[in-house]
C-alpha cells in the first residue's frame, strides 16, 4: 500500500463538554512509500468542508477596534535570546530551521487575529464585526462559559509510536526518533477537533509506512540510525501506522496521521517535508531529531487546517504568542478561552517539561522541550486550572504522575510558569 494513503473513515461527532500541545528533545525523497496529503475523512465531508472552511480575507481597511473592554493580545513581543549553553546540553536550541521556514503574516491580519475577531462558526472560519464582544458566543450572543473542556474520548488515547518494538504489519523496529514526536503529537490532536467540525483534515483515517526523510533534508541516513522494515528491493519502507492500533498494548488513536505529520507534510513554503527537524543546517542529520519547534507546528497547523488550500493557508487561523510577551499569563487565559470556550478547538503550548505535573521526578525532573494540547479550561476554579493532553505515553516518560490515556489538570499560573522556563518557547493559537 502507498504510504500514508488515507482509507475511508466517519467523521467523529463534533467535540463538546460543559465544564471542565515540542516528548520532545529539540532541535531525498521519500522512498516509494510517500505520499500525498491526507484527504478529509470521506468524500462527502471533503467536498462540504472545502466549500465552506476557508478563511475569509481579512479587509485591511475594516475598523479594527472590538468591543470596549477587550484587551488585544500581544502578538507582537520581541524576541528573547536562545537558551543558555548548559539548557543546550541538556536539550540542543533548534529556533533555526532555514529548510521550513515561517510564513509571514500580514499586519492586518494579526491586528484582527489579536482583537479575537477571527472565530470558527458552524465549521467556517469568519471575522467578527468591528463592534462584536469575542467573549461571547457569536451565535447566541451569550458570554462564554467560565469552564470549559472539550471531549477527550478520542484524544486522550493520541500516544506517540515507541522507541522499539513492531508496527502494525509486525515489523520489528529500533528508532530513537520516536521518543521525540511531541510537536507532532499535539498538532494531531489540535487537528482532531478540526477534522470534527470542519470534516478535514483525515486525522482518524489516516494510514501507511512512514519513513523520516533525510534525503529529502539533504543530508545522509544517519549511522548508526533507525532500524526500520525493508521493501523486496532492498530500500527501507519505514514503520506502519493507521487510524487506531494496539501494538502498545492499549489502543492507541492516530499515529498513521501523526507520523505523516512527522515525516509528510509539507506546507508549499518548506523546501522538505515533515514538521520535525532531522538535520542540521550544515545538513548533518540528526539521530535522534530535536523534535519541532513552535514555528513548524504553528505552520503544519494552519497548512493542514486550511485542507491544504494554496492561497488562504498562511492566515487559515494559527499565530503565536511567545514567552517575551509581558502579559502572557493574561493572553494565553483569553486565547484558550477563545479558542476552546468559543472556537472548539485547543492551544498548543510549546514549554518546558520541568514544570509538568506529570513530568515532576523530584531534583531528577529534566527541562526538556515539549509540546501539549490544551483541551480546556476552568477560569472560576481556585486556582484557575487549565486541562492539558500530553502525547507522550508511560513509554517514553515513566514518571509516577504519568499514565497512557491520561488527561492532566494543571494551575493556570504553573502552565505560564512552564512556557517562560528554560526551554520554554511560547504559544500557537
Keep these: 500500500m502507498v504510504a500514508g494513503s488515507p482509507r475511508a473513515s466517519s467523521v467523529p461527532t463534533a467535540p463538546g463538554g460543559a465544564h471542565i500541545a515540542v516528548g520532545e528533545s529539540s532541535d531525498a525523497s521519500p522512498t516509494a512509500s510517500a505520499t500525498s496529503a491526507p484527504a478529509a475523512a470521506s468524500a462527502s465531508a471533503g467536498a462540504s468542508a472545502a466549500a465552506t472552511a476557508s478563511a475569509t480575507p481579512i479587509d485591511s481597511t475594516a475598523a479594527l477596534p472590538t468591543g470596549p473592554t477587550f484587551q488585544p493580545l500581544d502578538l507582537f513581543a520581541t524576541p528573547s535570546p536562545p537558551p543558555a549553553r548548559g539548557a543546550q546540553r541538556t536539550d540542543p536550541a533548534f529556533a533555526a530551521d532555514p529548510r521550513r521556514p515561517m510564513p509571514v503574516q500580514s499586519p492586518e491580519w494579526l491586528q484582527v487575529k489579536a482583537a479575537g475577531r477571527v472565530a470558527l462558526v458552524h465549521g467556517k472560519v469568519q471575522v467578527l464585526d468591528g463592534g462584536a464582544n469575542p467573549l461571547s458566543s457569536p451565535t447566541t450572543g451569550d458570554a462564554l462559559p467560565a469552564a470549559r473542556t472539550l471531549d477527550t474520548i478520542w484524544t486522550r488515547w493520541v500516544v506517540e509510536p515507541p522507541g522499539y518494538g513492531t508496527d502494525e504489519m509486525g515489523n520489528r523496529f529500533s528508532n530513537l526518533n520516536y521518543w521525540n514526536m511531541c510537536s507532532a503529537g499535539a498538532t494531531t490532536v489540535a487537528l482532531y477537533y478540526w477534522q470534527a467540525l470542519t470534516g478535514h483534515p483525515n486525522v482518524t483515517g489516516t494510514e501507511g509506512y512512514f519513513l523520516e526523510p533525510y534525503a529529502a533534508e539533504a543530508t545522509a541516513w544517519p549511522t548508526p540510525g533507525p532500524t526500520v522494515a525493508l521493501a523486496a528491493d532492498g530500500s527501507r519502507l519505514g514503520t506502519y501506522w493507521s487510524g487506531s492500533d494496539t501494538v ?46 513552535r514555528p513548524n507546528i504553528m505552520t503544519a497547523l494552519n497548512w493542514e487546517a486550511s485542507n491544504n488550500d494554496p492561497q488562504n493557508w498562511i492566515e487559515a487561523w494559527y499565530t503565536s504568542v511567545i514567552r517575551p510577551d509581558p502579559t502572557l499569563a493574561r493572553d494565553l487565559t483569553v486565547a484558550v478561552t477563545l479558542d476552546v470556550g468559543r472556537d472548539g478547538v485547543p492551544v498548543i503550548a510549546a514549554l518546558d517539561t520541568f514544570d509538568l505535573p506529570n513530568w515532576q521526578n523530584g531534583s531528577a525532573t529534566p527541562h526538556i522541550r515539549h509540546a501539549v494540547a490544551i483541551v480546556g479550561y476552568d477560569n472560576a476554579a481556585n486556582p484557575p486550572t487549565f486541562t492539558y493532553i500530553d502525547t507522550c505515553g508511560r513509554a517514553c516518560n515513566n514518571r509516577g504522575g504519568n499514565t497512557n490515556g491520561q488527561v492532566h489538570v494543571i494551575a493556570q499560573s504553573q502552565m505560564v510558569k512552564a512556557i517562560r522556563d528554560t526551554v520554554g518557547s511560547g504559544f500557537v493559537w
Excluded: E, H, I, K
Design 248 to 293: 502498545s498494548g492499549f489502543t492507541a488513536n492516530g499515529r498513521g496521521f501523526l507520523m505523516y505529520l512527522a515525516t509528510q507534510t509539507q506546507p508549499p513554503a518548506w523546501q522538505t517535508t515533515g514538521m520535525v527537524v532531522y538535520a542540521r543546517a550544515d545538513g548533518t542529520p540528526l539521530y535522534p531529531t530535536r523534535g519541532g519547534p
